[in-house]
């Protein structure tokens, strides 16, 4: 199947979802409105689909992974609204709109961000309605807690901050982005691994290759910040160097972090085709998160 086909099409299935499980929330009508509002900003939706894409890879329902898909997804836009922070990264625009404190004030926007957090666990036991076996939900969850929690992303996070204006090695950087953008990547994968059925080799292979993938990304994002268009990207571009951030492309330079991003996705491919599959789907994100320009 063509990416941008079942990219389209899914995407919209994904928030269809994500919106129909917003809607059942009762909550207080601002609280709702500030997650809704940082929900419908908008963005790729890429982690929702790297678990459809991978379910679709193991000749699964894509309908089944849903729930994992939105649950990742609440978690993923919860880190984007408490980064936007003036204690965190203080970014006035998100996606070309105004952050969700610009908006809501500091404190709906935690608590939004809160809120996303812990409901998207709640999303996760909708999995029992697909007859997803208890212990395989509860493994799923463990994993989610673990990829979004001090040992991954939010771990990442701190590393970020405290090595803001610090002279950071190459490991120090692929630390931070493992756990910062990389956890939280590549348990989209390896989710759609779990509940399409992969061996323990397969979920293993996906684990190397989900590694790469994730650090392309963000050498990807780091290149982005410098020669990307602004209007694209939905925010100014500049704010790695703003913030004294060690970033792939100061570390090694424009052409090294090309060179390294070239490497990270021919690292990907090279694993990807070692693991029997029934789409190109994971394949050609490569090549869409290798370009992308935004």
Sequence with gaps: MDLQTFMKDRKKLVEDALFSYM???KAPEVLLESMNYSLKAGGKRLRPLLVLATLKSFGKSEELGMPVACAVEMIHTY????????????????????????????????????????????????????????????????????????????????????????????????YIHRNKTGKLLGYSIVAGAILGDATEEQISKLEQFADHLGLAFQIRDDILDIEGDAAKIGKPVGSDTLNEKVTYPSLLTMNGAKEKLEYHIKEAKRILEEIPLESDLL???????????H
């Design 79 to 174: 880190s984007l609204v408490h980064d936007d922070l003036p204690s965190m990264d203080d970014d006035d625009f998100r996606r070309g709109k105004p952050t969700n404190h610009k908006v809501f004030g500091e404190a709906m926007a935690i608590l939004a961000g809160d809120a996303l957090l812990t409901h998207s666990f709640e999303v996760m036991e909708d999995l029992l309605n697909y007859d997803v076996k208890p212990i395989k939900v509860v493994t799923l969850m463990k994993e989610l807690a673990k990829a979004a929690g001090p040992t991954g992303m939010v771990g990442g996070q701190v590393a970020d901050m405290e090595g803001e204006g610090a002279q950071l090695s190459l490991q120090d950087l692929e």
């Design 283 to 293: 394949g050609q994100l490569c090549d869409l998160i290798a370009k992308r320009d």
């Design 23 to 25: 809607n059942a929330v």
